[in-house]
């Protein structure tokens, strides 16, 4: 029979071997999870970097918006055949100048190198259609600029969602809660609308 110390350390000794054992057993799996968080974490931060310079150019068609709409309140002449005249008014004018803006971002964003004429003015049409009358054309940015104001928000507000600390499956999730949510007080079958789905900063579409 061992001495007491003896059997003292030798049951000591078992329980140390039994916890090293364990710290062994679990390592794969803390090792597992903090490589999955640092992925989270890089994808968070990949999404927040991304959506400054979006926010920024989200805010500079809202802001050209508004032009078009105060150059229209201030008689700028729209319209096919007035599309064909030269502009005389200053209301015109500033119309003229935003719409090269804006086709300029339409540009920017979906094209490279040099535009033919034709490439060039399509650009412009896609952007600020002058052919529409001055209701129709106020109509039509009003319509643009509400859009560019909704992706705004939600963008923000994903933003402020991941800097709480919450993973982009964690937004996604948060983006099917809010949808079903809509979706349960209007009692409507039609899919989710853009304010509740998340946004891809490399597609610039709504997921």
Known sequence: MLPRAATAA?????????????QLNTRPEIESAVTTAKAEAGDVQDYIKQATPKLAAIRKNIQNYDDVITAIDD????????????????????????RGKLGLDVVGASTFGALSESELAFALDVALPDTKNPKELKAWVTRKRDAQEAALKDIRDSVAFLNDGNTMADLIAEGGRRAESKASSTQQDAAPSASVRVYNMETGEFE
């Open 10 to 22: 030798s049951e000591f000794g078992d329980r140390e071997q039994a916890k090293l054992n364990a």
């Open 75 to 98: 008689g700028a002449s729209t319209g096919f055949i007035q599309s064909k005249l030269p502009t005389f008014s200053a209301a015109s004018t500033d119309l003229d100048n935003i």
